[in-house]
């Protein structure tokens, strides 16, 4: 009965690293603040004048997420990575020598915060856009899009946190992750003959479930593309814990 005990004492000890960081609260309250005040900034600016976030309320509501995920994304290497860059990944394991626990521990907390961020930025995105455009509140594509919306955050922070523990360095974490989520992945998106192996990437089969309207160009349903990108984030999650395990 007193076996969980010591994956919560590593869990508390992640908590309270968050909780003293300043670099590691600011990021997701970041993402907060610019997840729901861009879409509610741009629907204000652009409610009635640009049909590309009216035509479907999804590109609206999530206008604010391309911007958010950034914050997101840097907060979730920080977590882990930060750790391999200063070597304090050595204290921790001295601390917690189970690798797969301190590794479990960071994950659940990662989650949690991406699972926080994803409701509230979500709920706030949504209430920004119905603000200043008209929108619907019911109908299955805004159950799916709220549930995606929520869902998509939490496993952007967990594959970022895999990535960087499968790379086991924080600056090559950023140098991966930010220019394929947001430089190359919308930009290869576009050009014909690559449109459909890019459609498989994680980020732009996520940010697919988020949509109201199907887009005959893409091979997969709105539900299949948070598969799609569910399975991207358990290889990146279990990539991570592999190369922890057999690091020196």
Known sequence: MSAPAPALD????????????RSLWITPMLALALTAGV???????LGG????ITDDPGVGVFYGLNFGQAALVCFAVLLI?????????????????????LYGAKLALGALVGLTVGAVGTAGAFAGYAATVPAEWDGPAFVRAAVAGVLYQTMLVVLCLGTTAL????????????PSLFLLSPLLGGVPGIRLVVQFLPDRAGQYA?????????????????LIMALWTAL???GGLRALRRAK
């Not at 988020?210 to 948070?226: E, M, Q, S």
């Open 49 to 52: 004048k640009d049909h590309s």
């Open 81 to 101: 990575g930060q750790e391999f860059n200063t070597r304090m990944i050595d204290v921790s394991l001295t601390a917690v020598p189970r690798r797969g626990r």
């Open 167 to 178: 790379l086991g360095n924080l600056t090559a974490a950023m140098g991966l992750l930010v």
């Open 10 to 21: 590593a869990l508390r000890a992640e908590r309270i690293k968050l909780t003293t960081l």
């Open 236 to 238: 990146a999650a279990y």
């Open 210 to 226: 988020l949509r109201y309207a199907d887009d005959p160009k893409v091979a997969y349903g709105h539900w299949t593309g948070l």
């Open 39 to 45: 879409t509610t900034a741009i629907g204000a600016a």
